[in-house]
C-alpha cells in the first residue's frame, strides 16, 4: 500500500470488513501493510488508487457510519500518514501493525519480521499495491504483490488470514476462482470460503484463509458483511 491514497473507496471497504469481523468474532487484527513507495515501484505519473466515491455518503454511509466520518480527515493529503489510522481510532485500539517498507532486497527478513511483529494477533490482513504474485512481476515491482507463502506461513502460525486482490482489466468473478483454486492447491479446503468483492472501480477481491475450527464463523461474519454493505457481494 502507498500512503498517498490512504482513506480512498478502496481503503474504506477494506477497514469497514476488518472493523466487522473484529466485533463479530472478537479477534484481535494485525496489519501488514505492504508499505511501497511510488517513486521506487511505480511509473512515473500513476495514480491508480485516488478514488474517493464515499465520501458522497449515501449507500456507503450505511454500512459504516463512523467510519465514513473518521476517512474524512485523509481529505488533506498532509494528513496521509499510517501513524493517523491508529491516532484516529480507526482500526480498534488494540490493532498491532506492521510498517517496514517492503523489501526488494531482502525480502525473506522482512517477512519474518512481519512474523514476529503480529505473533499475537488473531487474524493477520495483508494489503499490497495489487494483490497476490503474478508471473510478469519484476524485481521493481515484486513489492507491490504479497507472495503466496507468506500467507501460509501466516496460516500456520495459527492466524486467520485476510488478503486483497485487485481485480484490474478482468473478469472478477474467474479471477476470483483463479486464486482461490491456486490458495486451495496449497493450503487444502481451508480456503474454500466465500471470496468478498467490493464493487468499487477497480473490484477489490477479499480472499479469507482460517483454521478449519473458524471456518463456519468466519463464513457467517462474511455473509453478513456482505448483507450490510451495499458496496459488497460474495463469490461463493
Not at 499475537?120 to 504483490?145: C, H, I, W
Not at 486483497?164 to 491456486?182: N, T, W, Y
Amino acid at each position: 500500500m502507498q500512503e498517498r491514497y490512504l482513506g480512498d473507496s478502496h481503503d474504506f471497504l477494506k477497514y469497514a470488513l476488518l472493523r466487522h469481523l473484529n466485533a463479530s468474532l472478537g479477534v484481535r487484527l494485525g496489519i501488514n501493510w505492504y508499505l511501497t513507495k511510488p517513486e521506487v515501484v511505480d511509473r512515473p505519473g500513476n495514480n491508480d488508487g485516488e478514488k474517493r466515491h464515499h465520501l458522497k455518503g449515501g449507500i456507503w454511509h450505511t454500512t459504516d457510519p463512523d467510519l465514513l466520518q473518521g476517512l474524512r480527515g485523509f481529505e488533506d493529503q498532509a494528513a496521509r500518514s499510517l501513524a493517523n489510522i491508529a491516532a484516529w481510532g480507526l482500526l480498534p485500539p488494540d490493532t498491532a501493525y506492521f510498517a517496514d517498507e517492503v523489501s526488494a532486497i531482502d525480502r525473506s527478513g522482512w517477512h519474518r519480521r512481519s512474523l514476529d511483529a503480529l505473533a499475537s494477533t488473531d487474524l493477520v490482513f495483508l494489503d499490497p499495491d495489487n494483490g497476490f504474485e503474478v508471473q510478469s512481476m519484476t524485481r521493481r515491482t515484486a513489492p507491490k504483490y504479497a507472495l503466496f507463502s507468506e500467507a501460509q506461513q501466516h496460516l500456520a502460525a495459527g492466524r486467520v488470514v485476510v488478503a486483497i486482490q485487485f481485480a484490474r482489466q478482468c473478469d472478477p468473478v474467474v479471477r476470483a476462482h483463479l486464486i482461490r483454486s491456486e490458495l486451495e492447491g496449497r493450503c487444502g479446503s481451508i480456503a474454500r470460503l466465500p471470496v468478498v468483492r467490493g464493487r468499487v472501480a477497480p473490484n477489490i477481491l477479499f480472499f479469507t484463509l482460517a483454521p478449519p475450527s473458524g471456518s463456519n464463523a468466519i463464513s457467517e461474519a462474511l455473509e453478513a458483511f456482505a448483507s450490510k454493505c451495499g458496496k459488497a457481494d460474495l463469490i461463493a
